[in-house]
């Protein structure tokens, strides 16, 4: 099916019927509601829909395998074919998206665990009907293909095909794709399963804490303007990750083999090629990319750490210090609605349309916003179906930083909605492109609040922010996909034990971070809890790709490149219709060039002159 189908992440969620959630001094925050695409669980919306698609499904086998070819000599008939395989595609999206958003806010509720994975199994034997299809399409003679797409009907799903085409190196026949397919959940999705809800599980005893606390708040005491609450964390995070190594490293080590018997019978040659493919960039443009980022490392994270234990008053920054508050930093808490409205006010001086786009997110319910119990750490925006709507999940808790996420989250649900006309198998984005309207969203609301800093104090602490976030955003993730390579490469010739993976982890960390960061005791273990190696594996550079895109972008709209405004909506309104070169032409930029790359990094360097000069 297509990649919305193929790649559902293992997501999880709240009952539908909750309304508003206070926190002190926060207010009252959003929780979704899931009824715009079931009405619960056990409805009968639910149990109709899996019947739809099954019979669909075997409708379609039924049809069309082994005849495509003969539908390839009309090409209206070909695309009555696509438009019924997209239908489908839809109708399984719808189902998948459901029961992965209820299992995302209370992944401890044992009946929203078998719900997500009773679906998930029924999907992968509903998709498994559906092998037949692809293979199929890419098995058309190229000159019947050609006159076929002549036809208007067809022809709008030539992006698809095209795309479709450059998989055709790396299938499979039928049979081992059914083998492939059917096994994904007892393999690759198992795993991934039992990562995210061991993670979920797990609690960290804190000084400072009245009983153990999860994930998501712990993390969030390492920017805590007590250096020893920061320490106390760092070292609960540490030991629990250390408890828990060897099943973790067994976890990374299974699913790194898997993914390598599956490239190897593919013929995928580099460990992040099947990344590259399903991100339609090419593995030259990701290299500049990578090449760029760590050339800059002295310019950016070496020299700002170095700038920061000096403001810190220290000769090195302990690793826990790395993300501390500066000391004379004007804390503020910053309730719900005034984050929605420092948001939307960022987007509404940019764009009306996307002001209004994003105001239907909080009208319709479309967020959920509070800490609680049992919700999946971290935020994201589910894109769910071109027939529905996204959802976003957040963790908030009143920072700054926070209200970056939101401006980052609600960047993505925007360019879901925008994208959405395209249908089921065009509006999905390539990674790489996925984040260009988060970062470029984040960067409207920073600039927004660096103009109505109050004094030269706020924006010093608004600018370190900023930079640090860049640096997590560019120098960590591509320091993160450097990690990803030396396991992947490494466990072609056997087992990582734990303490290897600790050591690439220090060594790239070290390489990345700079002398200015004192890499103690414990902090070999923290490769254990990003969710993006188990999940995705080399998802990473996307951030990397989308931060450095959107400076580059930025500094166009910054000097005013003629019908900027525009060309941006139309980029996000593409969808996955266009490839990167296409998108990028308009604005007169070449993503293939190490230049390009260059010229986002200098964003960040220019940035921290700026820091340096504030002394």
């Given at each position: 099916?297509?990649?919305?189908?193929?790649?559902?992440?293992?997501?999880?969620?709240?009952?539908?019927?909750?309304?508003?959630?206070?926190?002190?001094?926060?207010?009252?925050?959003?929780?979704?509601?899931?009824?715009?695409?079931?009405?619960?669980?056990?409805?009968?919306?639910?149990?109709?829909?899996?019947?739809?698609?099954?019979?669909?499904?075997?409708?379609?086998?039924?049809?069309?395998?082994?005849?495509?070819?003969?539908?390839?000599?009309?090409?209206?008939?070909?695309?009555?074919?696509?438009?019924?395989?997209?239908?489908?595609?839809?109708?399984?999206?719808?189902?998948?998206?459901?029961?992965?958003?209820?299992?995302?806010?209370?992944?401890?509720?044992?009946?929203?665990?078998?719900?997500?994975?009773?679906?998930?199994?029924?999907?992968?034997?509903?998709?498994?009907?559906?092998?037949?299809?692809?293979?199929?399409?890419?098995?058309?003679?190229?000159?019947?293909?050609?006159?076929?797409?002549?036809?208007?009907?067809?022809?709008?799903?030539?992006?698809?095909?095209?795309?479709?085409?450059?998989?055709?190196?790396?299938?499979?026949?039928?049979?081992?794709?059914?083998?492939?397919?059917?096994?994904?959940?007892?393999?690759?999705?198992?795993?991934?399963?039992?990562?995210?809800?061991?993670?979920?599980?797990?609690?960290?005893?804190?000084?400072?804490?009245?009983?153990?606390?999860?994930?998501?708040?712990?993390?969030?005491?390492?920017?805590?303007?007590?250096?020893?609450?920061?320490?106390?964390?760092?070292?609960?995070?540490?030991?629990?990750?250390?408890?828990?190594?060897?099943?973790?490293?067994?976890?990374?080590?299974?699913?790194?083999?898997?993914?390598?018997?599956?490239?190897?019978?593919?013929?995928?040659?580099?460990?992040?090629?099947?990344?590259?493919?399903?991100?339609?960039?090419?593995?030259?443009?990701?290299?500049?990319?990578?090449?760029?980022?760590?050339?800059?490392?002295?310019?950016?994270?070496?020299?700002?750490?170095?700038?920061?234990?000096?403001?810190?008053?220290?000769?090195?920054?302990?690793?826990?210090?790395?993300?501390?508050?500066?000391?004379?930093?004007?804390?503020?808490?910053?309730?719900?609605?005034?984050?929605?409205?420092?948001?939307?006010?960022?987007?509404?001086?940019?764009?009306?349309?996307?002001?209004?786009?994003?105001?239907?997110?909080?009208?319709?319910?479309?967020?959920?916003?509070?800490v609680r119990e049992g919700k999946a750490p971290g935020a994201f925006s589910h894109p769910t179906v071109p027939s529905a709507h996204p959802y976003i999940l957040l963790n908030y808790q009143g920072k700054l930083r926070d209200?970056?996420?939101?401006?980052?989250?609600?960047?993505?649900?925007?360019?879901?909605?925008?994208?959405?006309?395209?249908?089921?198998?065009?509006?999905?984005?390539?990674?790489?492109?996925?984040?260009?309207?988060?970062?470029?969203?984040?960067?409207?609301?920073?600039?927004?609040?660096?103009?109505?800093?109050?004094d030269a104090k706020e924006r010093k602490a608004l600018l370190a922010q900023k930079v640090e976030d860049m640096i997590n955003t560019v120098v960590r993730q591509i320091a993160f996909y450097c990690f990803e390579r030396k396991?992947?490469?490494?466990?072609?010739?056997?087992?990582?034990?734990?303490?290897?993976?600790?050591?690439?982890?220090?060594?790239?960390?070290s390489e990345s971070l700079g002398p200015a960061i004192e890499l103690k005791e414990g902090y070999e273990t923290y490769w254990t809890y990003i969710p993006h190696f188990i999940h995705s594996p080399f998802y990473v550079y996307?951030?990397?790709?989308?931060?450095?895109?959107?400076?580059?972008?930025?500094?166009?709209?910054?000097?005013?490149?003629?019908?900027?405004?525009?060309?941006?909506?139309?980029?996000?309104?593409?969808?996955?219709?266009?490839?990167?070169?296409?998108?990028?032409?308009?604005?007169?930029?070449?993503?293939?060039?190490?230049?390009?790359?260059?010229?986002?990094?200098?964003?960040?360097?220019?940035?921290?002159?700026?820091?340096?000069?504030?002394?």
């Amino acid at each position: 099916m297509s990649e919305t189908v193929r790649n559902l992440r293992p997501l999880r969620a709240p009952s539908s019927g909750a309304a508003l959630v206070s926190a002190p001094q926060i207010g009252p925050m959003p929780t979704w509601k899931l009824d715009d695409l079931y009405p619960s669980p056990k409805s009968d919306a639910v149990e109709a829909d899996l019947k739809k698609a099954a019979a669909a499904a075997h409708a379609l086998k039924r049809r069309y395998q082994g005849k495509l070819a003969e539908h390839a000599t009309d090409g209206a008939k070909l695309a009555e074919a696509i438009i019924a395989y997209e239908s489908l595609s839809d109708t399984i999206g719808r189902l998948g998206s459901y029961a992965g958003l209820l299992f995302s806010a209370d992944m401890a509720n044992p009946e929203n665990a078998k719900f997500y994975g009773d679906v998930q199994e029924k999907i992968t034997a509903i998709t498994t009907e559906l092998i037949f299809f692809e293979l199929e399409l890419n098995k058309l003679d190229e000159g019947e293909l050609a006159r076929a797409l002549q036809v208007p009907a067809l022809a709008r799903f030539k992006p698809w095909i095209d795309d479709l085409r450059k998989e055709k190196p790396y299938q499979l026949n039928e049979e081992l794709e059914r083998l492939f397919h059917e096994k994904s959940i007892t393999a690759h999705s198992a795993w991934s399963r039992l990562f995210s809800e061991t993670m979920t599980r797990l609690r960290f005893e804190v000084e400072g804490e009245a009983e153990p606390i999860p994930l998501e708040p712990t993390l969030n005491l390492l920017m805590h303007p007590d250096g020893q609450r920061r320490r106390s964390a760092a070292e609960a995070l540490a030991k629990v990750f250390k408890e828990n190594a060897r099943l973790f490293s067994l976890i990374t080590n299974t699913l790194a083999k898997d993914k390598e018997i599956s490239d190897r019978w593919r013929g995928f040659k580099d460990v992040a090629d099947s990344r590259h493919l399903a991100n339609r960039v090419e593995r030259e443009v990701v290299e500049a990319l990578v090449a760029a980022v760590r050339s800059a490392y002295p310019n950016t994270a070496h020299r700002y750490y170095r700038l920061k234990a000096r403001w810190l008053g220290k000769d090195k920054l302990a690793y826990w210090d790395r993300n501390a508050p500066l000391p004379d930093k004007p804390e503020r808490l910053v309730p719900w609605m005034d984050a929605q409205r420092m948001v939307l006010t960022a987007y509404g001086n940019f764009s009306s349309e996307l002001a209004a786009i994003a105001m239907r997110f909080f009208d319709g319910r479309w967020i959920d916003a509070p800490v609680r119990e049992g919700k999946a750490p971290g935020a994201f925006s589910h894109p769910t179906v071109p027939s529905a709507h996204p959802y976003i999940l957040l963790n908030y808790q009143g920072k700054l930083r926070d209200v970056m996420t939101l401006a980052h989250e609600l960047g993505h649900g925007v360019h879901q909605v925008l994208a959405a006309p395209q249908g089921p198998l065009l509006a999905p984005t390539p990674l790489t492109l996925a984040e260009t309207a988060s970062v470029f969203g984040e960067m409207l609301t920073f600039r927004g609040l660096l103009e109505t800093a109050i004094d030269a104090k706020e924006r010093k602490a608004l600018l370190a922010q900023k930079v640090e976030d860049m640096i997590n955003t560019v120098v960590r993730q591509i320091a993160f996909y450097c990690f990803e390579r030396k396991v992947h490469e490494e466990r072609r010739a056997g087992e990582l034990t734990t303490e290897r993976l600790g050591q690439i982890w220090l060594d790239v960390q070290s390489e990345s971070l700079g002398p200015a960061i004192e890499l103690k005791e414990g902090y070999e273990t923290y490769w254990t809890y990003i969710p993006h190696f188990i999940h995705s594996p080399f998802y990473v550079y996307a951030y990397a790709f989308g931060d450095c895109l959107v400076n580059s972008l930025y500094g166009l709209y910054q000097d005013a490149h003629p019908g900027f405004v525009a060309k941006y909506l139309d980029l996000l309104k593409a969808g996955g219709s266009k490839h990167h070169s296409q998108l990028l032409a308009p604005f007169g930029l070449d993503a293939s060039k190490r230049e390009f790359w260059e010229k986002g990094l200098a964003v960040i360097e220019r940035m921290i002159d700026e820091l340096e000069a504030m002394g």
